[in-house]
């Protein structure tokens, strides 16, 4: 499982709770992402179709990811933070964006 850095900044963010909630996510996306995660479309001109989002927090939070590989799956977690006016999928976006070599 890969982090993009400024998951950690995200993390910090969070309460010993949610922490929690996150570390159990991480185990089970170890296992098997596609059983926890749904998939992203395009949210406000923002693509993120190649991505999938992962509730917690009673569907207050999310955790987005991308899973890459055929048989063993790769999880890199691009973002975690709120869902609230999409604040996280945009920071996922910008994030995504500025990683991309076609800038």
Do not use: C, H, W
């Amino acid at each position: 499982m890969r982090f993009f850095p400024e998951v950690e900044a995200d993390l910090d963010l969070l309460s010993d709770e949610l922490l929690d909630e996150v570390d159990s996510y991480v185990e089970k996306l170890k296992v098997n992402p596609f059983k926890y995660s749904q998939p992203l479309q395009d949210i406000d001109g923002r693509d993120l179709r190649d991505y999938r989002k992962i509730y917690f927090a009673n569907a207050a939070y999310r955790i987005i990811i991308k899973v890459e590989g055929g048989i063993t799956n790769i999880v890199e977690v691009v973002a975690i933070g709120e869902r609230d006016k999409k604040k996280v999928y945009a920071e996922a976006f910008a994030r995504i964006t500025a990683r991309s070599p076609n800038k």
